[in-house]
């Protein structure tokens, strides 16, 4: 597909069929996230690609909307603050990066006719507890990934010009 196209296709998906998403798809979505831009190259993160099926009860306390399980799989990501890329001012690049990495994901899941929906409004404590994670991992996004079972809206988007100041 076509990049200007793919980014106006994806959306929102908040209601999913309950068909499963082969393999070899996961795989290139999981390609697509290795190969994000890092800073320093560093890839501080970890993916976690979580089968819904069986695990609905602890995702709910993660998220507790109804659409978030409905999708054969949740794909979570953590960034590994530790030995990650600093800038001079003490800015650590962990959740900069993991957006970048997620966003990969999501992109390459609308590629491929999938649907996601962006997810940061999670319980990160439950998040935590769900995947045992050490506390040198923190949880960034979460996102369903499975076939849209709804349609988009309309987007709602500012102008330019109130997002962009050039200065040439």
């Avoid at 030995?83 to 590629?111: E, F, P, Q």
Wanted: hydrophobic share 40%; with cysteine; glycine share 6%.
């Amino acid at each position: 597909m076509e990049f200007q196209e793919l980014i106006k296709q994806r959306y929102s998906v908040r209601a999913y069929k309950p068909d499963d998403v082969p393999s070899d798809v996961i795989d290139k979505i999981v390609e697509a996230a290795r190969l994000a831009p890092t800073a320093a190259n560093r890839q501080s993160f970890k993916l976690f690609i979580i089968k819904t099926a069986g695990f609905k009860e602890e995702l709910k306390k993660v998220y507790p909307r109804d659409w978030f399980i409905q999708a054969p799989y949740v794909v979570g990501i953590y960034g590994i603050p530790e030995g990650n890329w600093v800038r001079r001012d003490g800015k650590n690049y962990t959740d900069v990066d993991s957006a970048i990495v997620m966003d990969h994901v999501i992109l390459a899941a609308t590629d491929m006719g999938l649907g996601t929906c962006w997810i940061g409004a999670f319980d990160p404590e439950a998040a935590r507890k769900f995947l045992d994670l050490p506390q040198d991992m923190e949880p960034i996004a979460f996102t369903p990934l499975g076939y849209p079972a709804d349609q988009p809206g309309i987007k709602k988007r500012k102008p330019i010009d109130q997002l962009v100041h050039y200065i040439i």
